[in-house]
């Protein structure tokens, strides 16, 4: 069974930038919305990003609004999260999944509502 698969992590200063991809190779991948959820240490899993299987709908997590951007390349199958301002509390695993939709526009933030889940890659912001 194929899932997604993450890379990009790596250890960032406060205040700087890294940008996370995701490659989910399936045929079916522009049917699939997509989201990136993250765990901290200690921490339960938590939503982080969606974006709609055409890419015209994303979402966002309060925490993180206006620093980081969800986007996606159906013609690549993969999408990615753009992340700025990087703090300390951002340190976490971040997790890709895919979930397979009829929707086009419409976005999923609940860990429940998708299909399939990624390694994890590891971000961590120092301070």
């Known amino acids: 069974q194929v899932h997604p698969v993450e890379s990009g992590g790596g250890l960032v200063q406060a205040g700087g930038s890294l940008k996370l991809s995701c490659v989910f190779s399936v045929r079916t991948f522009s049917g699939n919305a997509m989201g990136w959820f993250r765990q901290a240490p200690g921490k339960d899993r938590e939503f982080v990003a969606c974006i709609s299987r055409s890419g015209d709908t994303t979402d966002y997590a309060d925490s993180i609004q206006g620093r980081f951007a969800i986007s996606r390349d159906n013609a690549k199958n993969m999408v990615y999260l753009q992340m700025n301002s990087l703090k300390s509390e951002d340190t976490a695993v971040y997790y890709c999944?895919?979930?397979?939709?009829?929707?086009?526009?419409?976005?999923?933030?609940?860990?429940?509502?998708?299909?399939?889940w990624g390694q994890g890659t590891q971000v961590t912001v120092s301070s």
């Open positions: 999944a895919a979930k397979f939709t009829l929707s086009n526009s419409r976005t999923y933030y609940r860990e429940v509502e998708y299909d399939f």
